[in-house]
Structures are given as C-alpha cells and as structure tokens.
C-alpha cells in the first residue's frame, strides 16, 4: 500500500472567479448581449468599480465604521461562505470509510490553507462542479494545483462533468475534458462510489482499469470506463457533522433529506441528471439533524432538496420532528405552493423556517402549461397569502421568454407579483439548455439558437431581456434579489453573521435605486448626484447596525 503522508484526498467545494474577471469575460460577448445585460441586473457601477451586492454591503460598512477596529477584525461577507454541501457530503463520505480527507470551501479565499494541503502530498484532489456552466473556474483550480504539485492526480466530476457527456458525443466530449486539464473525470450524476474507487486504488498502487463511470489517462491515451449507475444509500451516507467540530463551520450550514426530483418541468434538465426522487427516512433526518444540534453555533439550516415538501405527509413529520426536539436553529428551504396546506404551513412556522424559495417560473396559466409546472396561479396566489400569514418570508423566482411567451404572458407575471407581493423576487432569462425536455419540441415552437442567445415563435432572447429590464424597474411591491453572489440562500447566511431581516431589507432597496440608474440610463451628472445620496443613505444605515 502506498503511504504519502497524512492526506489521502483533499476536496474543492466552489470557486466563485474574482468578479471583475468574471464581468471582463462576460463583457466581450458584448455589453448588447444578453449575457451581459443578465449581468447587469447583479452588480453595480461606482466611479468605475463594479460591485455585486456582497462587494457593496462591505464597501458601505468599511465607511461607516471605518474606526471601528473590533468591527473591521470581523471580516468581509463573503458569497457562498456556508459550508459547501458537496465537499462536505465527500469528506463524510471518505471518512467513514476510513480514509482522511480534508475540504476547502472556497477556493478563492483559502488558497493560502489549500497550499498547506499540498505541501502534505495527498493522494489527490476532488473538485466539485456543482454551480458551473463553464470551464474556466475547474481550469484554475487545476492550474494552481499543477504549479505546487506536479504528481497529485486530480479528480474532477459532477453536473459539469456530467453535463458535457450529456451534449458532447465521444470525441468531443473527450477533447473537452483534455481542455480541464485534470487526470480523472467522474461521470456519474451520484460519484460518491466511484471516488472512493479511485482513492482507494490510488492507496494501493493500484490501477484504475476496473474503476467504472470515469474518463482516465492511460499511457498516453484517454480511456472511458463502462458506465455503471450508482444508487447510494441517503441513510447510511447521512453526514455526521460531528466529523468536523473542530472546525468553525459558521452559524449556517446546508443539508438535504432526499435526492433527486418528482417532478419534470420542461425547462429543466435536473430530473434527468439526478433520477427519480429518493427520500432519506425520518431516522436519518433526525439523527443528521441531532448532529447539528451538537455543534453548538448553528443559526440556520439550509434544506436543499429540490421537493423539500413532497410527499407532503412525510414532510410534516419532519416539521413535527423538529417541533418535538426543539431545535434551537430557524430554517429554509425550497417549496412548491402546489404540494401543501395550511396545517403544513402552520408547522412550517412553529418548526422554525423564516423563508422559503418559490420557483413560480410563471404568472402566466399558459407558459405554466407548456412548462409542465403541475402549478396554477391560483396555488401560489393562496400559498403566498399563508407564509405571510405565518410571517414565512418568501422569495419568487420566475423565468422569461419561455417558448409560447408573449407580451401579455409576462404582464400576466407582473400582475401575479403585484398581487402576491413576495417579499423578494427574480426574473431570469430563459437559458436554452441542451438536453432538456422542452427541447424535444424545437419544431413545435420553432426553436432555434441555444444557451442566452435564442429565438422561438413568439419571442426571442433580446426581446425577453427587455422585459425583465422593464419587470426590474417597475415593480415596487418586492425586492429584486441579484443572482451573481446575492441570491436567496445569502439571507441566512447574513442573519447568521447578524444582519437581521428589517436591515437587509434597508440595504436592498437602496442597492436596487442604485442598480436602476444602471439600467434605466439616467444621465452622468444626475447618475452621480443621485448615486451619493443612496450611498450616503445606506451609510447612515450601516452606522446604526452595531
């Protein structure tokens, strides 16, 4: 057996690229492209600096408690600064099985502990794709890796993975991987089986000839093993979160009780990556949940299953559980208006959770339809109206320029958000995924183009743009929430480093009359004037928070 040192595999979880190389990138596609103007909509443009919402929250409080040493000791906000759930998913994984793995959450701010890692020469190094549509972030990862240790195989899989074998054929597929630059892929939609395949040859000497759902180097040529699907156990896989106690996971953590999806909505592609939907048992849940409990510090708990509510008997028992042991953490999760009740609710309110994400895709009756949503308006108009009542905050997230979308489909959207008032909502552009199921219907809809540049009967994507423009600047009843590093998931995390709720609702209405100047065009000299009396606003503001 091979020993070569202290780590056996050490785990990536997210690299989110620095913002003004990311925003460089994108701006070369054309600042009229739909891909920059989606853009827009997440940061804004002071005397030159472009900042995202986390960028300007640190640039507000840094002026005004800019004497405040115990205040500039507590650190910037950071995007993603929760555990990353599929490195920790990875570590648990690994380390019950006897190997020692360590992660890194974010690799831009941990660059410095990723280089002691190194130094300790592990066997390899895992990176996670999960939030990625392009290539370039696995790059530097790998980049960095090779220029501090030239011998650590590298293993990278995951949706990205997953997603190129899913649109490339062979040849292509392998030629894109070549570009990555890492020594392993993992094709697999689960993985966690086939890593532990590979650490453990890699313990052994061994080769990975045998080891199946990879693409691997092998004297000089690119091999890829058969592809065998993994089913791995939610309850026995369960992360023990006591594993990493010694470390300091924040007041915010994520986990999930299921996998999978028991819907298949027409513009998603997840269902058919993830598989059928596959729940955990209450035991395991409990168990996971208790664990939590035991770290001490933990605010808030973040469910990402994607039907956190379905089946709903089976959900209001995990509310009852927690209702039972009285957790000492709020939550939130995803939730779907169509798959519940009021007793649900009520539960919902008494068990903890303080904001849930709503994908109502849609105002529309007939674009629900063609989505396959399984939802009509008058679900979400009624469950909106009760997680007010349950004071449950809420955030909607639509999508526009959907084939069959018109005009009037998105006024239908507008109305339903006037009507509902989420307290925070977001308005995307149609991206045109490969290998989703709306797709199998491009004649239908005579659909062409792909990813943010597309067309179809009855719009195309510059045209959608416009009207999401148009949503952003006249809609007064909910708070835009920008989707580049201050989505809805950045909410507990802020509460859990002490913002409340009231503070960052202060913040957001003053960061979205900034955007607006973005966007609506105003004038230099009035741009300029207006922009010192927000931004002397929201200082006025950060100085009353602490």
């Known amino acids: 057996m091979t020993d070569r040192g202290q780590l056996d595999c050490v785990i990536i979880g997210h690299n989110e690229p620095e913002f003004e190389e990311y925003e460089s990138l994108v701006r070369g596609y054309g600042e009229d492209s739909e891909a920059y103007r989606d853009l827009q909509l997440s940061f804004v443009d002071l005397d030159g600096q472009k900042l995202t919402y986390v960028d300007l929250l640190n640039h507000v409080l840094k002026i005004a408690h800019q004497n405040d040493e115990r205040l500039n000791a507590r650190g910037d906000f950071k995007s993603c600064d929760i555990p990353n759930l ?43 794709t999960t939030l990625y549509l392009l290539k ?37 597929f392998i030629i894109a991987l070549d570009d990555i630059g890492a020594d392993i892929c993992v094709i697999e939609s689960q993985g966690e089986l086939t890593l532990w395949q590979i650490v453990e040859r890699l313990k052994r000497g061994k080769s990975l000839g045998d080891v199946p759902n990879i693409v691997y180097s092998e004297n000089g040529e690119s091999r890829m093993a058969e592809l065998i699907p993994e089913s791995n ?19 915010t953590v994520q986990t999930r009780t299921a996998r999978g999806c028991a819907f298949s909505c027409a513009f998603c592609g997840y269902p058919i990556r993830a598989g059928k939907l596959t729940l955990a048992s209450l ?22 299953d994607d039907t956190f509510n379905v089946p709903l008997d089976r959900f209001k028992d995990i509310c009852r559980l927690m209702i039972k042991k009285n957790y000492a953490f709020n939550w939130f999760s995803y939730f779907r208006c169509s798959n519940s009740d009021e007793e649900a609710i009520k539960l919902m309110a008494e068990s903890g959770c303080k904001g849930v994400f709503l994908g109502i895709e849609s105002g529309s009756p007939t674009i629900l339809k063609n989505m396959h949503k399984a939802a009509t308006t008058e679900q979400y108009v009624e469950g909106i109206k009760l997680l007010r009542q349950h004071n449950i905050m809420t955030f909607g997230s639509f999508i526009v320029g959907f ?42 809809y005579n659909i062409s183009g792909e990813g943010f540049g597309w067309q179809h ?12 423009e148009r949503m952003f600047l006249t809609i007064d009843k909910s708070l835009w ?15 859990g480093r002490g913002i409340s709720l009231e503070r960052l609702r202060g913040f957001m209405t003053l960061a979205n009359k900034l955007l607006a100047l973005e966007i609506a065009y105003v004038p230099e000299r009035q741009k300029n004037i207006m922009q010192q009396g927000y931004l002397q606003g929201m200082v006025g503001m950060a100085k009353e928070w602490c």
């Open 86 to 128: 599929a490195a920790v998913y990875l570590t648990n994984y690994l380390t019950k099985r006897g190997f020692k793995a360590k992660y890194i959450n974010l690799f831009q701010h941990e660059k410095e502990k990723l280089a002691r890692y190194l130094a300790q020469d592990p066997l390899c190094v895992a990176i996670t």
């Open 136 to 172: 370039f972030p696995v790059i530097e990862i790998v980049k960095f890796i090779r220029e501090r240790n030239k011998e650590i195989k590298i293993i990278v899989g995951g949706p990205l993975i997953a997603n190129h074998h899913q649109r490339y054929r062979k040849d292509e």
């Open 233 to 251: 156990s939610l309850d026995e896989n369960s992360i023990d979160w006591h594993i990493f106690s010694d470390q300091d996971l924040g007041a």
């Open 283 to 304: 035991d395991s849940v409990e168990k996971e949940l208790d664990s939590i409990r035991a770290l001490g510090n933990v605010k808030n708990v973040v469910f990402i």
């Open 403 to 444: 084939p069959g979308e018109t005009e009037r489909t998105i006024d239908e959207t507008i109305d339903l958000i006037g009507e509902t008032k989420p307290d925070y909502y977001r308005a995307q552009l149609w991206y045109c995924e490969p290998g989703t199921p709306i797709l199998r219907q491009r004649s239908k």
């Open 457 to 468: 009967a009855t719009m195309n994507s510059l045209e959608a743009m416009d009207h999401i």
């Open 481 to 495: 929430l920008p989707q580049w590093s201050f989505d809805f998931w950045i909410i507990p995390y802020l509460l």
